[in-house]
């Protein structure tokens, strides 16, 4: 059974930091493109960041650039974002999502490949 569960969301004041995780099991995470999306109300969901399946390149949308960083332990089988300087339009719904077995991860962040598997959300909310 495939369980993606996160976890680590909140308040915060903007200018705060905040890390979000995501534990995985159920399926082979060490061989799979993983990324952090986010949603708020009204617009689609956007990939933020992701991470090759060795943890050795990394993505990210522009907007965050500089300011999150994305990384993984597979021995753990855990997804992070650390997000610093978060500013008001950071709020949003955060899903950590797994690609694909050796999908791209540049193209998985852009959309252009599908996500075999969702977790259901941690919100994040940064005050003004």
């Known amino acids: 059974q495939v369980q993606v569960v996160e976890s680590g969301g909140g308040l915060v004041q903007a200018g705060g930091s905040l890390r979000v995780s995501c534990v995985a099991s159920?399926?082979?995470?060490?061989?799979?493109?993983m990324g952090w999306f986010r949603q708020t109300p009204g617009l689609e969901r956007e990939g933020i960041a992701t991470i090759s399946s060795g943890g050795g390149s990394t993505y990210y949308t522009d907007s965050v650039k500089g300011r999150f960083t994305i990384s993984r332990d597979n021995t753990k089988n855990t997804l992070y974002l650390q997000m610093n300087s978060l500013k008001p339009e950071d709020t949003a719904m955060y899903y950590c999502a797994a690609s694909g077995m050796f999908v791209d991860c540049g193209e998985f962040l852009a959309g252009r490949r599908s996500v075999n598997y969702w977790g259901q959300g941690t919100q994040v909310t940064v005050s003004s």
């Open positions: 159920g399926f082979t995470f060490n061989t799979r493109c």
